[in-house]
């Protein structure tokens, strides 16, 4: 069965075949590291995440190299490091830890490599004299710039044509007066607050774009596979990648873009000025990483994806249904990978999901009894299962003995326990055998 995959640099649907299926390559723009991450993000990453576990599944575990880089220098972390009076390192290796730990927490395996920018300056430093030396770049008061109208395919994935950016409003990085056109982007610029690296056109920092050509040639190669990213990166910032790799190198950067659509807070775009930014972190206090999974996974990858707690709720309800298959060794439909083969339709797939499917999308992945049970104290509240199935027990007795104001006490008795355990997010389920718990 053929993986089929939207290629926006085509703009269609085309059946995904690697340069070489001993070694699939794919690479995925990870976070800049000043902050923590937001479930925007996190959509990025279980997508790629998905696509990763595929291609692990059809062409063997030790075939597929995936790249998800750490962009830890960027102007935000340089002025959060200054407003906490620490070195850069402390900022970006915090924050780098809490989008791996989030991560995990989402079911999203780990990278092949991550690489990280500051790892690899002396790798941007060379492709930015390629550029220069070949034309396509130039130095202005210790800048240096890509000239964009030295690249005939530029706008060739996004379709911001230079005579179309030469119309509008939009200008690249940097001042416009050290720039012969207003659409060249920035490579390098003079160091800020003492942070920086050596170089034939100055001491100073790379551009953002320059950091992940630099990254995924040296992780993955001239050419790769699959390049991932959220459509909020297609311009400028992929547009970018493929006009420097692509002049430095003299070949295609990657083979097949695919990129994942928007996620919105009810009508609103995630923002922060509209204050409804939504963190992994803060999510994940109140909910399962495989219910955040889930809910991320309802719509397709590149459908707008509206987040609510009722999408929260719902992928809740569905895992609990699941994992109680589970738990009682119910039979799970044969695996039909047919509409997950079909550019990664998550929502098709979930909707008949069968035992090994939710192993290849990440569900299912932990015992039914820690599901239900897990993070709590599972002694304590086995007891006070047992003490509200004894008040029960009795207060029936006592009903067919004819006590109703021993009943009533009981039962007065049951229902107070059953409100303690509700109260911290427990809920009671009793059925002929007797009661169990769960977490809510």
Not at 67 to 86: C, E, F, L, P, S
Not at 139 to 151: A, Q, T, Y
Not at 411 to 428: P, T
Request: aromatic share 8%; net charge negative.
């Amino acid at each position: 069965m053929d993986l089929t995959l939207y290629n926006s640099l085509t703009r269609q649907k085309e059946v995904f075949e690697p340069q070489d299926p001993n070694r699939v390559t794919m690479y995925n723009c990870g976070p800049t590291v000043y902050s923590y991450a937001h479930i925007g993000n996190a959509r990025a990453a279980v997508v790629a995440d998905v696509l990763f576990r595929v291609l692990r599944h059809i062409y063997g575990e030790e075939h597929v190299v995936y790249a998800r880089n750490i962009t830890d220098v960027d102007d935000k972390i340089i002025a959060a490091a200054k407003d906490q009076g620490v070195d850069i390192s402390a900022v970006t290796e915090k924050y780098a830890r809490i989008y791996n730990e989030n991560l995990a927490a989402l079911n999203c395996l780990p990278p092949t490599v991550q690489p990280k920018a500051t790892e690899n300056i002396s790798g941007m430093i060379a492709i930015i004299e390629k550029l220069i030396a070949d034309g396509f770049a130039y130095e202005s008061d210790g800048h240096v710039f890509f000239d964009v109208s030295k690249f005939d395919d530029y706008g060739k994935l996004s379709g911001n044509t230079l005579d179309a950016l030469r119309k509008g409003d939009r200008v690249g990085e940097g001042e416009v007066a050290r720039k012969k056109n207003s659409a060249d982007f920035v490579l390098w610029k003079p160091e800020l607050d003492g942070v920086g690296w050596d170089a034939p056109f100055g001491f100073g920092r790379p551009g953002w774009h320059i950091e992940c050509s630099a990254m995924a040639k040296e992780s993955l190669g001239e050419t790769i596979d699959i390049h991932c990213g959220g459509i909020d990166l297609k311009f400028p910032h992929h547009e970018n990648e493929i006009a420097q790799s692509e002049c430095a190198h003299g070949k295609t950067m990657a083979r097949y873009w695919v990129h994942n659509d928007f996620l919105n807070m009810g009508d609103e775009k995630m923002s922060k000025s509209l204050g409804n930014v939504k963190l992994i972190h803060e999510l994940l206090e109140d909910w399962d990483g495989e219910v955040i999974r889930l809910a991320l996974l309802k719509a397709h990858y590149r459908s707008e994806l509206i987040w609510t707690e009722d999408l929260l709720r719902e992928s809740k309800a569905q895992l609990d249904g699941l994992y109680r298959d589970k738990a009682a060794g119910r039979a799970f439909s044969e695996p039909d990978f047919s509409k997950l083969m079909d550019d990664l339709n998550t929502p098709e797939t979930l909707a008949n999901l069968s035992i090994e499917a939710a192993s290849v999308l990440g569900f299912l992945e932990q015992n039914p009894d820690n599901w239900f049970k897990g993070g709590l104290d599972t002694d304590r509240f086995d007891q006070l299962v047992a003490d509200y199935d004894q008040a029960r027990a009795e207060a029936i007795a006592a009903k067919e003995a004819g006590d109703k104001a021993r009943m009533g006490e009981l039962f007065q008795r049951s229902d107070a326990i059953r409100d303690e355990l509700k109260a911290e997010g427990v809920v009671i389920e009793t059925g002929a055998a007797g009661s169990t718990w769960r977490k809510e």
